[in-house]
C-alpha cells in the first residue's frame, strides 16, 4: 500500500539533504514577523513541527521541495528586477549563474561591483505544524509552509546523521521531535537580517502532537501495544495532515517564461555594459570575464485528554 510510507519509510523521502549540483500573508508561508517582537535580546520564538508530505492524492512526497533562485535587484531598471527560478532546477545552464562569475571574476572594478545585484538562494519548503507562538497565537494549530535555507536544513541533517544524539527523522510521525524557533537580528554593516543559528529540536522524540480545534489543545497521538498506529489514528493522521489550505509544490521551481528569459538578457547586456533596445552603455572587453560554475551563497500547552479516550471529542 503507498500510504505505508507515511508510517513507516520516510527516510526515502529526504532528497532535500542530498547536495544537487543545484506574496503575501495568505499563501500559506509561515514568517517570522521580527516587528512583533516585544525583547530583542530573547528574539522571535516559537515552536513547530516539521510534518511529512502528504499530496492531495494520497501519496507521500518528498519532505521538502528544494528551489534555487537569484534575485536581482537594479536601482536603474526596476522593471527588470525581481526574483528568477534557476535552470540549475533542471540541470540546465544558467545564464544568471554565468553572468554573476563573468562580473565577480573580472579585473574591471565596476564590473565586480556590478555583480552585487545578483543574489543567489537555495530554499526548501516544507510542512509544519505550529505548536507555539506567542507572537502570532493566531497561527497557533495550522499547517503552514516554512521557507527555510541552510542553516535549518542543516540542523534536520545532524538530527538524520545523529551528529547530537540518536539518529532521527524529524519528519516520523512516530518518532519525531519538535523544532524551537529562536530568531535574533543580526546587523552587518547597514544591513539587518534574521539570524536562525540558535533555533534548536527538542531532545525528546515524540509522536504527532494531534490539535484538538474545540480544546485548544494539543495532544502527542498514542501508540498500539505493537508500537504502531491504531488504524483509527492513520485515518485521523491522514486528514489532519490534507487539512491546510496550500501546497508546497506551489513553491517548486518553474521554468522560465519568454518574458524572463528576454529580461534576463536586457539584465546582462545592462551588467555588462553592452547595447540594447533600452540601454546603451560602453561595450566591456571579452577579456575581462572568467566562468567558474561552482558558487553557493545563503545569506503550546498540551490538553489533558485521556489515551483510552483520544478521539472521542469528534
Given at each position: 500500500?503507498?500510504?505505508?510510507?507515511?508510517?513507516?519509510?520516510?527516510?526515502?523521502?529526504?532528497?532535500?539533504?542530498?547536495?544537487?549540483?543545484?506574496?503575501?500573508?495568505?499563501?500559506?508561508?509561515?514568517?517570522?514577523?521580527?516587528?512583533?517582537?516585544?525583547?530583542?535580546?530573547?528574539?522571535?520564538?516559537?515552536?513547530?513541527?516539521?510534518?511529512?508530505?502528504?499530496?492531495?492524492?494520497?501519496?507521500?512526497?518528498?519532505?521538502?521541495?528544494?528551489?534555487?533562485?537569484h534575485y536581482v535587484k537594479l536601482q536603474e531598471?526596476?522593471?527588470?528586477?525581481?526574483?528568477?527560478?534557476?535552470?540549475?532546477?533542471?540541470?540546465?545552464?544558467?545564464?544568471?549563474?554565468?553572468?554573476?562569475?563573468?562580473?565577480?571574476?573580472?579585473?574591471?572594478a565596476i564590473l565586480k561591483e556590478k555583480a552585487?545585484?545578483?543574489?543567489?538562494?537555495?530554499?526548501?519548503y516544507s510542512y509544519v505544524l505550529v505548536i507555539?507562538?506567542?507572537?502570532?497565537?493566531?497561527?497557533?494549530?495550522?499547517?503552514?509552509?516554512?521557507?527555510?535555507?541552510?542553516?535549518?536544513?542543516?540542523?534536520?541533517?545532524?538530527?538524520?546523521?545523529?551528529?547530537?544524539?540518536?539518529?532521527?527523522?524529524?519528519?516520523?510521525?512516530?518518532?519525531?521531535?519538535?523544532?524551537?524557533?529562536?530568531?535574533?537580528?543580526?546587523?552587518?554593516?547597514?544591513?539587518?537580517?534574521?539570524?536562525?543559528?540558535?533555533?534548536?529540536?527538542?531532545?525528546?522524540?515524540?509522536?504527532?502532537?494531534?490539535?484538538?480545534?474545540?480544546?485548544?489543545?494539543?495532544?502527542?497521538?498514542?501508540?498500539?501495544?505493537?508500537?504502531?498506529?491504531?488504524?483509527?489514528?492513520?485515518?485521523?493522521?491522514?486528514?489532519?495532515?490534507?487539512?491546510?489550505?496550500?501546497?508546497?509544490?506551489?513553491?517548486?521551481?518553474?521554468?522560465?517564461?519568454?518574458?524572463?528569459?528576454?529580461?534576463?538578457?536586457?539584465?546582462?547586456?545592462?551588467?555588462?555594459?553592452?547595447?540594447?533596445?533600452?540601454?546603451?552603455?560602453?561595450?566591456?572587453?571579452?577579456?575581462?570575464?572568467?566562468?567558474?560554475?561552482?558558487?553557493?551563497?545563503?545569506?503550546?500547552?498540551?490538553?489533558?485528554?485521556?489515551?483510552?479516550?483520544?478521539?472521542?471529542?469528534?
Amino acid at each position: 500500500m503507498a500510504l505505508d510510507e507515511l508510517f513507516d519509510g520516510l527516510d526515502s523521502k529526504m532528497d532535500f539533504l542530498n547536495e544537487q549540483p543545484t506574496k503575501t500573508n495568505n499563501d500559506g508561508i509561515y514568517r517570522v514577523d521580527m516587528s512583533k517582537v516585544t525583547d530583542k535580546k530573547k528574539g522571535y520564538r516559537s515552536t513547530v513541527r516539521f510534518l511529512p508530505n502528504l499530496t492531495r492524492e494520497g501519496k507521500v512526497g518528498q519532505s521538502a521541495i528544494e528551489k534555487i533562485s537569484h534575485y536581482v535587484k537594479l536601482q536603474e531598471a526596476k522593471e527588470l528586477s525581481g526574483y528568477y527560478d534557476s535552470p540549475k532546477n533542471f540541470n540546465e545552464k544558467c545564464a544568471l549563474s554565468e553572468l554573476y562569475y563573468n562580473l565577480s571574476n573580472s579585473k574591471n572594478a565596476i564590473l565586480k561591483e556590478k555583480a552585487k545585484a545578483l543574489n543567489y538562494s537555495r530554499k526548501y519548503y516544507s510542512y509544519v505544524l505550529v505548536i507555539e507562538d506567542e507572537q502570532q497565537p493566531e497561527m497557533v494549530g495550522k499547517i503552514m509552509i516554512m521557507q527555510y535555507g541552510k542553516t535549518i536544513k542543516d540542523k534536520i541533517m545532524s538530527e538524520k546523521n545523529g551528529e547530537i544524539s540518536d539518529p532521527c527523522n524529524v519528519f516520523d510521525l512516530k518518532e519525531g521531535k519538535d523544532f524551537v524557533l529562536v530568531v535574533k537580528e543580526i546587523q552587518t554593516g547597514d544591513q539587518t537580517y534574521p539570524d536562525y543559528k540558535m533555533s534548536m529540536f527538542k531532545p525528546e522524540k515524540t509522536t504527532l502532537p494531534y490539535y484538538f480545534k474545540d480544546k485548544n489543545a494539543f495532544k502527542n497521538i498514542p501508540l498500539d501495544e505493537n508500537g504502531g498506529f491504531t488504524a483509527e489514528s492513520q485515518n485521523r493522521i491522514k486528514d489532519f495532515l490534507l487539512d491546510r489550505e496550500n501546497d508546497i509544490e506551489d513553491f517548486g521551481p518553474k521554468p522560465l517564461t519568454e518574458e524572463q528569459q528576454s529580461k534576463i538578457t536586457e539584465i546582462s547586456n545592462l551588467l555588462t555594459g553592452k547595447a540594447t533596445q533600452n540601454f546603451r552603455k560602453e561595450e566591456a572587453k571579452s577579456e575581462d570575464f572568467e566562468f567558474e560554475d561552482n558558487f553557493e551563497t545563503e545569506t503550546a500547552d498540551s490538553g489533558d485528554v485521556d489515551d483510552d479516550d483520544f478521539f472521542n471529542d469528534f
